[in-house]
């Protein structure tokens, strides 16, 4: 086993622009606990002053699934439970079998996380430097821009297409020595896709050394093909999944990088201690239900599709989403309406510095939407 401070170590970390000193304070800033509490998005909504929302209230600014988990990923945590007393390394192993076989890959091609923040951060921790940027979009899920930062990265920004596509093309283009370039299918906030050619474009067309890591988040929300042959292909390619969104289980914590395995090393070298059992149990058993992704595909468009026509009709523009995110255009700031809606009892979701006047929403249950239509007639009537 290489020592963390071994002299090829040294090299790789001054190859990125970092020092053995930067080393020992990022690992004692993770070890601390720290790193989570300020990029996962439950913390970033505390950025948006969502301190605590009262019982009751419409919940629909997490991109939280409301449906929860699948009966059959509670009976699979009842039965965790009763042996929680216990690792149970052998819940994480059964896990990474059943996203293997899931994902038509090698074991070795899985790493398991417990949710997606984790490699989020962690990818950025082992690819990107002061020498080597990170690439990604705007607006984008700000995750990993706040661990390039705190890592002393550059943030390329690159704006999102007409058409609310990732740029691939400026995207590789942004720096010759990025790192990472991270692009979200679909985007979180937009809930907008990226074609299937471009991301296999850019995957082809990356700079020397760089990986693209592709976020998968609300793939299951979407029509739109995994992108796992890439993987198979033997690109650059580091896809990032979840069972936090269509699985339902944000606090259960399951999810899981997936790469070749010198990429899954690097970046699974800055996880520390056991997996959460009962979430891997969950998401296990959640993998062996046939058709939960497509009815939970299907009943989250239909609400979706409900508030994009009551948006119409009153004349309230937003951005086409594919996911169960989308963006309201607002005549006022962004953020005096989220204050406006929150006097209702509405919890929406954050607004984006480069776009002030957009507001992400939730899809939540039809009563949850029933409310937010409601508030938001009410907060946009003239006074
Ligand atoms: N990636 C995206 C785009 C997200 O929106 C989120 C959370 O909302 C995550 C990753 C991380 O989620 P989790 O750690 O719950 O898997």
């Known amino acids: 086993m290489t020592s963390l401070f071994s002299g090829s170590r040294t090299a790789e970390l001054a190859s990125r622009g970092l020092t053995r000193r930067d080393f020992a304070r990022l690992a004692a800033f993770l070890a601390a606990g720290t790193w989570q509490a300020v990029n996962s998005e439950s913390a970033l909504a505390q950025l948006s ?31 965790a439970l009763t042996n929680a007393g216990r690792y149970q390394f052998e819940l994480i192993e059964a896990f990474k079998q059943a996203m293997a076989t899931d994902a038509g890959l090698p074991l070795d091609h899985i790493t398991a996380y ?33 661990a390039a930062k705190v890592l002393g990265a550059p943030v390329l920004k690159v704006p999102l297409t007409a058409s609310y596509a990732h740029d691939v093309k400026a995207m590789a283009a942004a720096s010759p020595n990025a790192g990472l370039i991270y692009l979200c299918n679909p985007n979180n906030p937009t809930g907008t896709l990226t074609p299937h050619a471009d991301i296999v474009w850019l995957a082809d067309h990356l700079p ?18 995994l992108e796992t042959a890439l993987i198979r292909a033997g690109k650059d390619v580091v896809i990032l999944r979840t069972f936090s969104k269509i699985y339902g289980m944000a606090g259960l914590r399951a999810g899981a990088a997936l790469g070749r395995p010198e990429h899954l090393t690097k970046i699974s070298k800055w996880s520390s201690g056991p997996l959460p059992s009962l979430g891997m149990a969950a998401a296990t058993a959640s993998l062996g239900v046939p058709d939960l992704v497509a009815k939970r595909r299907k009943l989250i468009a239909e609400i979706r599709g409900e508030t994009f026509a009551f948006l119409k009709q009153n004349g309230v523009a937003f951005v086409p989403s594919h996911s169960n995110c989308f963006m309201i255009q607002t005549p006022r700031p962004g953020a005096d309406l989220v204050a406006a809606l929150r006097t209702h009892n509405v919890f929406v979701g954050r607004v984006w510095p480069s776009w002030p006047n957009h507001v992400r929403v939730s899809v939540g249950t039809r009563e949850d939407m029933a409310k937010f239509h409601a508030a938001l007639l009410k907060v946009l009537a003239p006074a």
């Open 114 to 146: 417990a949710g997606s923040s984790a490699p989020l951060h962690q990818a950025v921790l082992a690819f990107c430097g002061p020498n080597r940027p990170f690439v990604t979009a705007d607006p984008g899920y700000e995750a990993g821009e706040m």
């Open 208 to 225: 020397p050394g760089c990986i693209l890591l592709l976020d998968e988040a609300y793939i299951h929300m979407t029509d739109a093909p």
């Open 49 to 79: 002053q969502v301190k605590a929302i009262p019982p009751g209230a419409t919940r629909i600014n997490s991109n939280e699934n409301p449906l929860g988990p699948c009966p059959e990923a509670l009976e699979a945590v009842h039965r």
